[in-house]
């Protein structure tokens, strides 16, 4: 089995990109405060076009895709496949009768799924299992008229590196196993300033988990025929309790402030290097799928994940268990067509809720969205196909009862997939 050398080093350099783009990701949201920030899920552009379906998907009409959220689907893969994208998050945040907007964009994921046999496939990569980014303040009004500000800010996330492989038994039943490497740094502040008035000492508390460490998830799948050219996908995956390796760092300092710059009065207490852990709790996922082949595909997924579980050395957050489900689909008017190119582009569409693990008060802080998306074929080469696969998630995130904040967003999500025969066996040399 020979891998072409051109090919071998561009994945190269595209995962040494990768590694440091998907690791830098950036977001504005306060809710990512909590935990490890907002979740991703192991989702691309194709799925997250049809409301981050997933579960109970084998295949997706006549290209073939890398399921990540389902290990057991990569027994189903013929050809190597490539995949690369990056997104583009719009959000606006409103309290009260305050608002502000931001835009940020990163590469998003980079996976290579690669036959092995005619019922097993392997598939590597990487994608961000969470974002961490916010800034934000409060004021208190003090006695003697002071006003005091506290002030709160974070910025990191988890990138996940995985290595999967998928094997089918028969013609019906499917397993798969992710080993995944989690890894990044969660960096926190705390301040309390008096930026109203001159010779004051304001104080900042800087708190860093540089996290890192394995685990796993496990996927089956069942194929049952309707009919000739129709058939139903049953999917589960689970993800086991995991303790994941950290490194605590928290630094307080005094400090005073001007208009152009902080000046540092004194340490107060300096803590380095300190091992803990980082819970990742036990999650469950069931999905299914009908599928017409090669013309149009419904289906749906519930997840749930006992968050209740988390711990953080550092933290004090109070996690409650998650829930959510998604509804979706994709049709292909004729992937035929040839003089038609409207009829070879897969629309797709779909709609997410999800009950995070956030709650403040009595309140629970939950994401919907509506979702859009199309896979555009494009001309191919030997034995080489391609399609852009474009995706965009408009939806909320929060409330604003109980003077809470909302979130407006707009996402837009492009991936470039690549099917082609990049291990073959060679007669010459």
């Given amino acids: 089995m020979i891998l072409n050398k051109k090919y071998f080093l561009a994945f190269t350099v595209l995962l040494a990109i990768a590694c440091n783009a998907i690791a830098q990701s950036t977001i504005n949201s306060p809710y990512s405060k909590y935990g490890v920030g907002n979740l991703k899920g192991s989702y691309l552009p194709q799925q997250k ?135 990044g740094n969660l960096k926190e502040i705390q301040a309390t300033e008096f930026s109203k008035y001159v010779g004051f000492l304001n104080s900042k508390t800087e708190n860093n988990n540089s996290v890192g460490g394995l685990n796993f998830d496990f996927g089956a799948q069942y194929i049952a025929a309707l009919n000739k050219n129709t058939r139903l996908t049953l999917g589960y995956t689970a993800g086991v309790k995991t303790q994941l390796n950290t490194k605590f760092s928290q630094l307080s300092t005094r400090y005073s402030s001007s208009t152009d710059a902080d000046f540092r009065a004194d340490t107060v207490a300096f803590t380095d290097g300190v091992k803990g852990n ?69 629309y797709r569409f779909g709609v997410s809720y999800d009950k995070s693990y956030v709650t403040l008060g009595t309140q629970d802080i939950n994401v919907k969205s509506v979702n859009l998306g199309f896979g555009f074929p494009l001309a191919s080469a030997r034995n080489a196909f391609y399609k852009i696969n474009l995706a965009t998630e408009v939806g909320t995130r929060g409330t604003l009862k109980n003077n809470l904040v909302k979130e407006n967003f707009v996402n837009l999500h492009l991936g470039f997939t690549i099917n082609d025969k990049w291990f073959q066996k060679y007669k010459y040399d």
């Fill in 49 to 183: 076009a049809m409301g981050n379906l997933g579960y109970g998907i084998s295949t997706m009409g006549a290209y073939q895709n890398i399921n990540v959220s389902n290990p057991a689907s990569y027994s189903n893969l013929r050809l190597t496949v490539f995949d690369i994208g990056a997104s583009a998050y719009n959000q606006g945040l409103k309290k009260g009768s305050l608002s502000e907007s931001s835009f940020n964009a990163s590469l998003s994921h980079l996976v290579i799924g690669i036959p092995v046999s005619k019922k097993s496939a392997l598939s590597f990569g990487l994608m961000p299992y969470s974002n961490l980014g916010y800034e934000f303040k409060n004021s208190d009004q003090k006695v003697d008229t002071f006003s005091v500000d506290h002030v709160y800010a974070g910025e990191g996330g988890l990138t996940r590196a995985y290595l999967g492989y998928g094997i089918a038994f028969g013609k019906h039943l499917s397993i798969g196993v992710n080993m995944n490497y989690t890894f």
């Fill in 278 to 346: 980082l819970t990742l709790p036990t999650n469950h996922n069931f999905g299914f799928s009908i599928e017409r082949l090669n013309k149009w595909l419904i289906g749906a997924d519930f997840r749930m994940a006992k968050w209740s579980d988390f711990d953080k050395t550092g933290s004090t957050d109070d996690l409650n268990d998650s829930w959510g489900f998604s509804i979706g689909g994709q049709i292909t008017p004729n992937v035929n067509a040839v003089t038609n190119y409207l009829k070879l582009i897969d």
